[in-house]
């Protein structure tokens, strides 16, 4: 995996947990949508007695568990993606990745952070990356 693969994994992983969050919101959305059960007895042996919506209530639950698990993931990531950064022996090289692959920013944004035009920004990060690259393969 090179420098970039490795850091932009924790923004897939922010990504796919925003997916999740807007899932489970659609799926609250429907629950809510649901009409009340009737309360009338039903007779019929091979009628179902659970509620239509307790499915999607467990899955629900189980979205949760899964993004519970997906932010704990994405914390350590995060550390570990910036004490790799911390590594790197230029100062402005590591407030670009910092801004780039923790805080997720875009490219005009961190020109403007660090006072510098866009295409400096990017050769920087170009040598940022290298730089990654060097302490990547140092560590295996």
Request: proline share 3%; charged share 40%; aromatic share 6%.
């Amino acid at each position: 995996m090179d420098a970039k693969e490795y850091l932009k994994q924790a923004y897939y992983l922010d990504r796919r947990i925003e997916s999740d969050l807007l899932e489970k919101a659609s799926l609250r959305r429907l629950v809510l949508s649901v009409p009340a059960a009737s309360l009338s007895e039903h007779h019929n042996p091979n009628h179902p007695t659970e509620a239509p919506f307790t499915r999607t209530l467990q899955r629900i639950w189980e979205m949760e568990q899964q993004i519970d698990d997906e932010v704990d993931a994405l914390v350590d990531l995060k550390e570990e993606i910036r004490r790799t950064i911390d590594l790197v022996d230029d100062e402005e090289c590591r407030l670009l990745l910092r801004h780039r692959y923790i805080h997720f920013e875009k490219w005009d944004d961190i020109a403007e952070v660090l006072g510098k035009s866009r295409r400096r920004v990017l050769d920087v990060h170009k040598e940022a990356l290298e730089k990654v690259d060097k302490i990547l393969e140092g560590q295996h």
